[in-house]
């Protein structure tokens, strides 16, 4: 099957990864970004246009130039502590420019969209692993705009036939095999990098936050999910919606969970690389263990995640010392 994908938001982490596998799957792939936490070394398959979802006009032109079939909306920011600091910045970007986007595709007659949610909606979930159905109690302003952007669509898609599949990540971790793309975010949150920061003697040590939660070793746990295996789902939810099925979400998660303790020592064994590891208070807000239960995926979209621990820390490694190592317009 192809057809042409607007993936907004194709400059970042996860886009850019679905990109890779949209061209070689065949379909026609244009890339919509403001930079604002893209890159352009992270823009290397499809057409791209430098514009914001916020842009009523552009998004108007964009639908009227290009026949697109299917709108990809990675656009979002992600930072959950600055969401807290800062909720204005989120409900603008997250909120209110995604309705806009989602208004610009009803009026020119574009109705399908992939919509990149998150394990953020369950907020401190009751019951793991979790499956969709867990009441949704996001703890942040970032959960929130996902939330209500997932409640938006259900609404669009019953009363104005805009279908949608909205995918709640858990943990996106890992990179390109081929080592041309991967995790650049600025300022960087996520626990992997930051230990292989720690590998590569660019951060001191790594900080553990919380070492008495109710877990095997006393450290959180997390489902640690490949990006190229949510690449991987989109496609599915792509011919999913192409065939005509109805608005849906799923989880996307590996189903296993790994503690921080866990994770950095499978860094040292794959890196072979020491580093010191700092233990220190819990943070608020972090509950204890978040696993998913991604069976719906498996079964309506005949989705399986292929990478493990294992290949998630080999390929985010091979890429992380490739982006710390070159000066980032340059990579
Ligand atoms: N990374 C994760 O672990 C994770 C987990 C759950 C959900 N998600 C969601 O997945 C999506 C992608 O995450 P990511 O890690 O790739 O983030 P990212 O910051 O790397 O990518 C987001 C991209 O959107 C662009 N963008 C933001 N606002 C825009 C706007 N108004 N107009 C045009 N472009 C805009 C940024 O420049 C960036 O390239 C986000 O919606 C995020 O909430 C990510």
């Known amino acids: 099957m192809s057809c ?19 061209y070689s799957k065949g379909y026609n792939v244009l890339v919509f970004d403001n930079f604002s936490h893209g890159y352009e070394f992270l823009v290397k398959y499809g057409k791209f246009i430098l514009g914001d979802i916020g842009d009523r006009k552009q998004l108007d032109l964009v639908f009227k130039n290009y026949k697109i079939d299917v709108v990809m909306h990675f656009c979002a920011y ?27 595709m009803l009026d020119n007659g574009v109705d399908k969209i992939i919509f990149s949610s998150t394990a953020a909606v369950y907020g401190m979930p009751e019951n793991v692993p979790i499956d969709e159905e867990e009441p949704k109690n996001p703890i942040n302003p970032y959960g929130r705009t996902k939330w209500m952007i997932e409640q938006i669509l259900s609404d669009y898609s019953n009363s104005h036939g805009l279908r949608y599949v909205a995918f709640r990540y858990f943990n996106a ?48 746990i997390r489902d640690y999910i490949h990006v190229n295996d949510l690449a991987s789902a989109h496609i599915k939810g792509i011919e999913y919606l192409m065939n005509g099925k109805k608005s849906n ?9 790994f503690s ?60 992380h010392q490739k982006l710390r190592s070159i000066p980032k317009p340059q990579i």
Not at 11 to 16: D, E, L, N, P
Not at 79 to 94: F, W
Not at 204 to 216: A, E, L, R
């Open 4 to 22: 042409n994908v607007l993936v907004a938001g194709g400059a970042g982490y996860i886009g850019s990864h679905v990109c890779k596998m949209l």
């Open 78 to 104: 992600i930072e959950v502590g600055e969401s807290v600091q800062n909720p204005r910045k989120y409900y603008v970007n997250n909120l209110y420019n995604a309705i806009n986007l989602f208004e610009s």
């Open 173 to 220: 971790a890992g990179a390109d095999p081929d080592g041309e793309l991967g995790e650049a975010h600025e300022p960087e949150t996520h626990l992997i990098p930051l230990v292989l920061d720690a590998a590569m003697g660019i951060r001191k040590s790594i900080k553990v936050f919380g070492t008495d939660y109710p877990t095997h070793d006393g450290t959180c």
């Open 249 to 257: 979400y799923f989880n996307l998660g590996n189903g296993k969970g």
């Open 260 to 319: 921080v303790r866990e994770i950095i020592d499978t860094v040292k064994r794959v890196t072979g690389k020491d580093f010191p590891v700092e233990e220190v208070e819990r943070r608020p807000g972090d509950p204890a263990i978040l696993i998913a239960k991604s069976e719906k995926a498996k079964k309506e979209l005949g989705w399986e995640p292929e990478f493990g621990i294992d290949d998630i820390i080999k390929t985010a490694w091979k890429w």
